[in-house]
């Protein structure tokens, strides 16, 4: 029983969460909280606090999966209270956070960190880098990472409008839509996405803001709670968030300048990615060492410590004429913004940049890839985004070292021997579980005893491994229940036998080990998440060929 008790009149806190491979996270959005309890339990959690105004706050939420008490822990910002929650079923995504199907109205999907954690490796670091400060200053007891509000400007401004909307997003390659409000403000210190530029994120009034677009010249908000018009409202910047962009957009300036400059090598495009950002060159190819010379180049350009100015022109002034541009946009409205790096560049843009090249510390071309219709992609990173990379570099090869027993230089040629060994051993192993396979059917066919239905599971082995033993026993009069996987975890499973009882029993043995499948001509199998769950399905046969048997007598 949890010492945590509801408190009378209480609300529920708002929150946030999403997925990762590992762990969940829940962000309950309380500003000043005080009194911070949270009981972790593995199928449950219970949150409360007080918020700044006094008001009881309590959250109450039954999992949809299992998660480790132990290994799972919470830490308190002066916005936030964030919940780090370790799996039990590692690699298994979770469809929604509660057990109960129905949505809370309190909780929301944080889509600013969702994505398909199954590709994060190479794309999604950049945000999770975070949350990985977090666990480890959660384990260290040190400081939260500092998040620049701009208290300094102490920025207020008044609701002009706020409108009941929907917000279209992609998550994990999923459309969906998310009702809110779209809010217009006075004025604004949240960049509205445009220029290749992501969108700025913050709060207004302490509600998050989870996307700005532009619109003519207005940028819009939107909020997942309603803002009372003509109401003044405090913004709050994620500022981390912020720089992190102007470093790489006037890192794109930059290196667009002098690969136009030293080559001749047009931008056609670029995309400010979450991890890495990629450049588009009007050239088929570079050649051998000209990445190498830009990199060189664009970094000799930061260490003389060159301006950056901003110039607001109006349309028809002849000066517009003379900076480079892809073109204003049709819905373009005010003067004309025009980014101009001291000596190197004059550019048309809308985005938001450092104020000298040295703020930019440093740029990492990493290599460049064939593009599309005949053109060239510069991948690169700026900033503080160099030492993340360099960071993890640097942990990658210390923990290689370890495990190879090697130097750093000596990893790919123990790496390749790894994997030649590997794939021998596969490919014995498969054959080992092929003559299993056959011995075990043929054991079964010899027993004089054996009845019509024939249940194995094995933690090693594939589909192959129980086809074959589905082969050699033969299906005309034998139901066939084999698994392979996890013990309780996930794995595979089939059931073969006489046709019309399979495409009968099938599906129920699927939806029994929350699984998904498909079959044709007495086979039926796919994958299994809860293979504990095998018992209640051997039960389902069984009672399935008692009824049978009975009705034929």
Same mark, same amino acid.
């Given at each position: 029983?949890?010492?945590?008790?509801?408190?009378?009149?209480?609300?529920?806190?708002?929150?946030?969460?999403?997925?990762?491979?590992?762990?969940?996270?829940?962000?309950?959005?309380?500003?000043?909280?005080?009194?911070?309890?949270?009981?972790?339990?593995?199928?449950?959690?219970?949150?409360?606090?007080?918020?700044?105004?006094?008001?009881?706050?309590?959250?109450?939420?039954?999992?949809?999966?299992?998660?480790?008490?132990?290994?799972?822990?919470?830490?308190?910002?002066?916005?936030?209270?964030?919940?780090?929650?370790?799996?039990?079923?590692?690699?298994?995504?979770?469809?929604?956070?509660?057990?109960?199907?129905?949505?809370?109205?309190?909780?929301?999907?944080?889509?600013?960190?969702?994505?398909?954690?199954?590709?994060?490796?190479?794309?999604?670091?950049?945000?999770?880098?975070?949350?990985?400060?977090?666990?480890?200053?959660?384990?260290?007891?040190?400081?939260?990472?500092?998040?620049?509000?701009?208290?300094?400007?102490?920025?207020?401004?008044?609701?002009?409008?706020?409108?009941?909307?929907?917000?279209?997003?992609?998550?994990?390659?999923?459309?969906?839509?998310?009702?809110?409000?779209?809010?217009?403000?006075?004025?604004?210190?949240?960049?509205?996405?445009?220029?290749?530029?992501?969108?700025?994120?913050?709060?207004?009034?302490?509600?998050?803001?989870?996307?700005?677009?532009?619109?003519?010249?207005?940028?819009?908000?939107?909020?997942?709670?309603?803002?009372?018009?003509?109401?003044?409202?405090?913004?709050?910047?994620?500022?981390?968030?912020?720089?992190?962009?102007?470093?790489?957009?006037?890192?794109?300036?930059?290196?667009?300048?002098?690969?136009?400059?030293?080559?001749?090598?047009?931008?056609?495009?670029?995309?400010?990615?979450?991890?890495?950002?990629?450049?588009?060159?009007?050239?088929?190819?570079?050649?051998?060492?000209?990445?190498?010379?830009?990199?060189?180049?664009?970094?000799?350009?930061?260490?003389?410590?060159?301006?950056?100015?901003?110039?607001?022109?109006?349309?028809?002034?002849?000066?517009?004429?003379?900076?480079?541009?892809?073109?204003?946009?049709?819905?373009?409205?005010?003067?004309?913004?025009?980014?101009?790096?001291?000596?190197?560049?004059?550019?048309?843009?809308?985005?938001?940049?450092?104020?000298?090249?040295?703020?930019?510390?440093?740029?990492?071309?990493?290599?460049?890839?064939?593009?599309?219709?005949? +053109?060239? =992609?510069?991948?690169? %990173?700026?900033?503080?985004? *160099? $030492?993340?990379?360099?960071?993890?570099?640097? !942990?990658?090869? /210390?923990?290689?070292?370890?495990?190879?027993?090697?130097?750093?230089?000596?990893?790919?040629?123990?790496?390749?021997?790894?994997?030649?060994?590997?794939?021998?051993?596969? +490919?014995? =192993?498969?054959?080992? %579980?092929?003559?299993?396979? *056959? $011995?075990?059917?043929?054991?079964?066919?010899? !027993?004089?005893? /054996?009845?019509?239905?024939?249940?194995?599971?094995?933690?090693?082995?594939?589909?192959?491994?129980?086809?074959?033993?589905?082969?050699?026993?033969?299906?005309?009069?034998?139901?066939?229940?084999?698994?392979?996987?996890?013990?309780?975890?996930?794995?595979?499973?089939?059931?073969?036998?006489?046709?019309?009882?399979?495409?009968?029993?099938?599906?129920?043995?699927?939806?029994?080990?929350?699984?998904?499948?498909?079959?044709?001509?007495?086979?039926?199998?796919?994958?299994?998440?809860?293979?504990?769950?095998?018992?209640?399905?051997?039960?389902?046969?069984?009672?399935?060929?008692?009824?049978?048997?009975?009705?034929?007598?």
């Amino acid at each position: 029983m949890s010492k945590i008790t509801r408190p009378e009149n209480s609300q529920p806190a708002r929150a946030i969460w999403f997925d990762r491979a590992k762990y969940l996270f829940i962000n309950f959005l309380v500003e000043d909280s005080k009194d911070v309890q949270v009981d972790i339990q593995e199928n449950k959690m219970i949150f409360r606090c007080k918020s700044g105004d006094d008001t009881d706050l309590y959250n109450e939420i039954y999992f949809y999966d299992r998660i480790q008490p132990k290994d799972s822990r919470e830490r308190k910002y002066d916005r936030t209270i964030n919940v780090m929650l370790r799996k039990i079923k590692e690699g298994v995504a979770w469809p929604r956070l509660t057990k109960d199907s129905g949505k809370p109205s309190w909780l929301s999907v944080d889509f600013d960190n969702w994505r398909d954690w199954e590709k994060e490796e190479e794309e999604g670091m950049a945000e999770y880098e975070k949350y990985i400060d977090m666990i480890r200053g959660m384990s260290k007891g040190g400081p939260p990472p500092a998040m620049d509000d701009l208290d300094d400007l102490d920025f207020t401004t008044t609701v002009v409008s706020c409108r009941p909307a929907e917000l279209k997003l992609d998550n994990s390659g999923k459309k969906e839509t998310v009702k809110g409000f779209n809010v217009t403000l006075e004025d604004t210190v949240l960049f509205p996405e445009g220029g290749g530029q992501p969108d700025d994120r913050g709060l207004i009034g302490g509600v998050p803001v989870l996307r700005v677009t532009r619109q003519g010249a207005e940028a819009v908000h939107f909020v997942a709670s309603p803002l009372e018009e003509g109401s003044s409202v405090r913004l709050k910047l994620d500022w981390d968030r912020r720089f992190d962009h102007m470093q790489q957009h006037s890192g794109q300036h930059l290196i667009t300048a002098i690969a136009d400059s030293m080559f001749g090598y047009k931008t056609t495009s670029w995309e400010l990615g979450r991890q890495r950002s990629v450049i588009e060159l009007d050239t088929a190819a570079m050649k051998p060492g000209e990445a190498q010379a830009l990199e060189k180049a664009v970094n000799e350009k930061i260490r003389a410590c060159v301006p950056v100015t901003v110039q607001l022109l109006s349309p028809d002034d002849p000066a517009v004429e003379k900076v480079r541009s892809r073109g204003l946009p049709e819905d373009h409205a005010g003067p004309v913004r025009i980014i101009d790096i001291e000596g190197i560049d004059a550019n048309m843009c809308c985005g938001t940049h450092v104020s000298n090249l040295s703020h930019l510390q440093v740029i990492k071309i990493l290599g460049t890839e064939k593009g599309k219709k005949n +053109k060239t =992609n510069v991948i690169f %990173l700026a900033g503080d985004r *160099v $030492l993340k990379y360099a960071d993890r570099s640097y !942990n990658t090869e /210390r923990a290689l070292t370890s495990l190879l027993k090697t130097g750093a230089e000596e990893h790919v040629e123990a790496v390749d021997k790894l994997q030649k060994s590997v794939k021998l051993l596969q +490919k014995n =192993n498969l054959n080992l %579980l092929r003559d299993l396979a *056959v $011995l075990t059917a043929q054991n079964f066919k010899s !027993n004089p005893n /054996r009845g019509k239905l024939f249940c194995l599971h094995r933690k090693d082995g594939d589909n192959e491994f129980m086809n074959i033993i589905a082969n050699e026993i033969g299906t005309e009069d034998t139901l066939l229940f084999l698994t392979v996987g996890e013990e309780k975890g996930a794995g595979l499973f089939l059931l073969a036998g006489p046709a019309e009882t399979v495409d009968s029993l099938g599906p129920r043995v699927a939806e029994t080990l929350d699984g998904k499948g498909a079959g044709k001509r007495g086979r039926y199998q796919g994958k299994a998440s809860r293979m504990a769950q095998r018992g209640e399905a051997e039960l389902l046969l069984l009672e399935y060929l008692k009824h049978c048997s009975s009705e034929e007598e």
